[in-house]
């Protein structure tokens, strides 16, 4: 088990060994009853006193983690969460003894691919097949089959083909998002996008904010890294500025990373006021901000342009914003192509690394969707969606009002494809998914969006990705499980 320490953080050795094994737990990297190295083992891997490795092993313990035997050793708990997946655990135990630099993967823990079909997904955030724009698709690759067929034998530039960039440059016009084909950089949807930003800007030693909750992808990224995640509580307008000022008292931060617009998991959007504040901050502390924008579009339609805050990049005035667009939330989660957008050396540095990562996005597939984006049809036709989704989320926030007890918290209105909700304290949402399985839906709880110790009594759920007649039942198994839960919580209480 490598486990990096910094020893000039603030934080405790024992906290930052406690959280790095309670991350790979959860994440399922060390499956149930695996057998934790003893604690003299841990001592002299991590060169730490055998103080600190008991701590570190009660902590664990302590929550519910782990399970300690006198004179067996410490193992992971066989908590039924791991169950309710369809997951084969390898046939060879000497695999876990393989030592790995992955920290943590909660994105992929709970994703709703690993789960029987027949299980309705409040899960993933994407748009049902049926409503994506496909005829156009259609077209779209038809059109390149005929006029592009010497692409499937070539390479694309690393950067992403000029044609397609430049494509994308005129369809970004249209939303007022002001950029030119030299700032853009194809990437393989919006996460490798964040990827890409960990892997050269993030190190041992280095700070990144994270709004907190936040998307559990990028929190994986960063971890990865091996960088300090610092929590940055969101209100109802985004992350927290207030808080960032009171941390560079004493705390050096080197990136921002924050979702502006339909925060990821609370659906916030930030005003124009405090995308300035942000802005400032990160000017005078010589910050970085990665934003990432998936949600822009849907909101256009019942957001008047006007009111609609524009992106931290068009506010950017030095090239500190790097700028992540990807198009898997409301027109082709299945292609997996998204866009980022920086300058200077910040971009060159981003593109040396992409052209390590993968040489490039497909030629093809960039070449097919050029007449997509040049299709006029094409915004009318997310203006449609847009409008069909915001009375699909209206029906949501209503049925929500009328079937959840009181006590558990959900949000009035809602930006992007997720509302999150807030059981009461005490209940914890972890332990609700083997029961929402069996009763035939799946949902995400609250506790993969926190980068450290996380609140375990919130989940999220996404509305867009099941049809018309599957999503009433769904969301009758998930009121009456909740329910269930706060009725059976209250009266132990």
Not at 42 to 51: C, P, R, T, Y
Not at 162 to 191: M, N, R, V
Not at 255 to 272: E, K, R, S
Request: include cysteine; aromatic fraction near 6%; charged fraction near 20%.
């Amino acid at each position: 088990m490598q486990i990096l320490i910094d020893r000039q953080s603030p934080v405790p050795i024992r906290e930052q060994i406690y959280l790095e094994i309670a991350q790979r737990i959860r994440s399922g990297l060390l499956e149930p009853n695996f057998r934790l190295p003893s604690v003299r083992t841990l001592a002299e891997e991590l060169h730490i006193s055998l103080v600190t490795a008991h701590q570190v092993y009660k902590m664990l313990d302590n929550s519910g983690l782990t399970e300690t035997t006198r004179g067996k050793g410490t193992f992971v708990r066989n908590r039924e969460l791991k169950t309710a997946v369809n997951n084969t655990a390898p046939p060879f135990d000497w695999q876990l003894s393989i030592a790995d630099y992955l920290p943590r993967a909660s994105f992929w823990s709970q994703s709703s691919i690993r789960l029987p079909p027949h299980i309705l997904d409040l899960a993933s955030a994407c748009v049902h097949h049926s409503l994506l724009p496909t005829p156009l698709i259609q077209s779209s690759i038809r059109q390149t089959l005929e006029k592009y067929p010497h692409t499937l034998g070539q390479y694309a530039d690393f950067r992403g083909d000029t044609d397609f960039i430049l494509a994308l440059t005129q369809y970004l016009e249209c939303l007022s998002i002001h950029l030119k084909p030299h700032q853009l950089l194809i990437t393989s949807g919006t996460q490798q996008g964040i990827d890409l930003f960990a892997r050269t800007f993030l190190g041992p030693g280095d700070t990144i904010a994270v709004e907190t909750p936040c998307f559990s992808g990028a929190i994986d990224a960063f971890r990865l890294a091996h960088a300090n995640l610092q929590p940055i509580p969101v209100d109802a307008n985004g992350i927290r500025v207030d808080i960032l000022e009171d941390l560079a008292l004493h705390l050096r931060l080197k990136a921002i990373y924050t979702v502006p617009t339909g925060q990821n998991p609370t659906g916030a959007i930030m005003p124009l006021s405090r995308r300035e504040d942000l802005l400032a901050f990160a000017r005078e502390h010589n910050v970085l901000i990665l934003e990432d924008e998936p949600h822009r579009e849907l909101e256009m339609a019942r957001i008047k342009n006007s009111v609609l805050p524009p992106p931290l990049k068009a506010l950017d005035t030095d090239g500190r914003v790097i700028y992540l667009k990807g198009f898997s939330k409301f027109l082709f989660p299945g292609i997996r192509l998204g866009v980022l957008a920086a300058d200077g050396s910040i971009y060159n540095r981003l593109l040396a690394a992409k052209s390590i990562a993968d040489l490039g996005s497909p030629l093809w597939l960039q070449k097919s969707l050029l007449p997509f984006f040049q299709n006029p049809l094409l915004l009318k036709t997310i203006g449609k969606l847009s409008i069909f989704l915001d009375t699909r989320r209206k029906s949501v926030l209503q049925t929500l009002e009328s079937r959840l007890d009181p006590r558990i918290i959900r949000p009035r209105q809602s930006a992007g494809l997720h509302l999150w909700l807030s059981m009461p304290a005490g209940i914890n949402t972890d332990h609700l998914v083997p029961e929402a399985h069996r009763r035939g839906v799946h949902f995400l709880p609250g506790s993969i969006f926190y980068p450290g110790e996380p609140e375990t009594n919130h989940l999220r759920i996404c509305w867009t990705n099941l049809t018309d007649n599957d999503l009433p039942e769904a969301l009758d198994i998930l009121c009456g499980l909740l329910n269930d839960a706060v009725n059976s919580h209250c009266h132990k209480s």
